[in-house]
C-alpha cells in the first residue's frame, strides 16, 4: 500500500508549484468576490443571535424573578391567614383565663401574632412594588427580544438567499481550489494562508507588473524579476511580504 501511495503522488517541479499557487490565489480571489456580495450580513447574524442569546437568559431571569415573588407573596399571605387563626383562638382563651398573669401571657401572644401580620403585610407590599418593577423589565425585554427577532430573520433570509444562489458557483471553485492544492507542498499553502490572513485583500501571491510587485507596487530590482521569471525558488517582496509571480501574459508575449 505505502509503494502505491508513492508512485500515485506527482513530484511537481518549483515552477509548477509556483503557477499552482498563482492559480489558487485566483481562485480564492474569485471567492472572496462572491463574499463580499454578503458584505457585513454574517458578522450582522452572528451579533444578532447573539443579543438574542442574552435577551432570553435575561427574560429567563426576570421570570424567575417573578416566580419567586409569586412564591414569597403566597407564603407570606398563608402565615398571615395562620396568625389570625391563632388570634382568633387566644381570644377564645382569654375568656378562660384563671388569673391576670394568663391573661396577660394570651395577651402578648396576641400582640405577638399581630406584629407578625404587620411585618408579612410590610413585606407583601414590598414584593408588589418589585412585582412592578420586574414586569416593567420584563416587558422591555420582551418587546425587544421581538425586534431583534424580526431584524434576525429578516437578514438571516437575505444571506440564505445569497448563500443558495452563490452556492454553485463556490462549489465550482472550491473544488477547483483543491486541484490547485494537490500541487503545492503543505509547507507552501501554510505561508500561502498566512500571508492571505495577514494582508487586506487577501491577495499574498501577485504578479510583477511594470517592473513592480503587484500588491504594493515597490519597484522590483531587474535581477530579482529574472529570478522570478525563472520559477526556481519562491521569492517574496521585501517590502510587503508576497509571493512574487511573473505575469503569465507578459511571458506569453
Do not use: W
Request: aromatic share 4%; hydrophobic share 35%.
Amino acid at each position: 500500500m505505502a509503494t502505491q501511495k508513492k508512485t500515485a503522488e506527482v513530484d511537481y517541479s518549483m515552477q509548477e508549484k509556483i503557477m499552482a499557487l498563482y492559480e489558487l490565489q485566483k481562485i480564492d480571489s474569485k471567492i472572496d468576490a462572491i463574499n463580499k456580495v454578503k458584505g457585513e450580513l454574517p458578522l450582522e447574524v452572528q451579533d444578532l443571535e447573539d443579543e438574542m442569546v442574552g435577551l432570553n437568559t435575561r427574560i429567563e431571569h426576570i421570570n424567575a424573578e417573578v416566580e419567586e415573588l409569586n412564591n414569597l407573596t403566597k407564603q407570606r399571605k398563608r402565615e398571615i391567614d395562620q396568625s389570625k387563626i391563632m388570634i382568633g383562638n387566644y381570644k377564645e382563651q382569654q375568656n378562660n383565663v384563671r388569673n391576670n398573669r394568663e391573661y396577660d401571657a394570651i395577651t402578648k401572644e396576641i400582640e405577638y401574632q399581630e406584629l407578625e401580620i404587620e411585618l408579612a403585610e410590610k413585606h407583601l407590599r414590598s414584593y408588589a412594588n418589585t412585582m412592578k418593577g420586574k414586569k416593567l423589565q420584563l416587558e422591555e425585554a420582551e418587546a425587544i427580544a421581538a425586534e431583534r427577532a424580526a431584524d434576525l430573520k429578516s437578514k438571516r433570509d437575505e444571506l440564505n438567499g445569497i448563500e443558495a444562489e452563490t452556492a454553485p458557483q463556490v462549489a465550482e471553485y472550491e473544488a477547483q481550489a483543491e486541484a490547485a492544492k494537490a500541487k503545492i507542498d503543505e509547507r507552501l499553502l501554510v505561508a500561502y494562508n498566512r500571508i492571505r490572513k495577514n494582508v487586506r485583500n487577501g491577495m499574498a501571491v501577485v504578479t510583477v507588473k511594470r517592473d513592480a510587485c503587484g500588491g504594493c507596487f515597490n519597484h522590483i530590482p531587474p535581477q530579482r524579476q529574472a529570478d522570478i521569471c525563472q520559477g526556481k525558488k519562491i521569492i517574496i517582496c521585501e517590502y510587503c511580504g508576497r509571493i512574487l509571480v511573473a505575469d503569465p501574459e507578459e511571458m506569453a508575449e
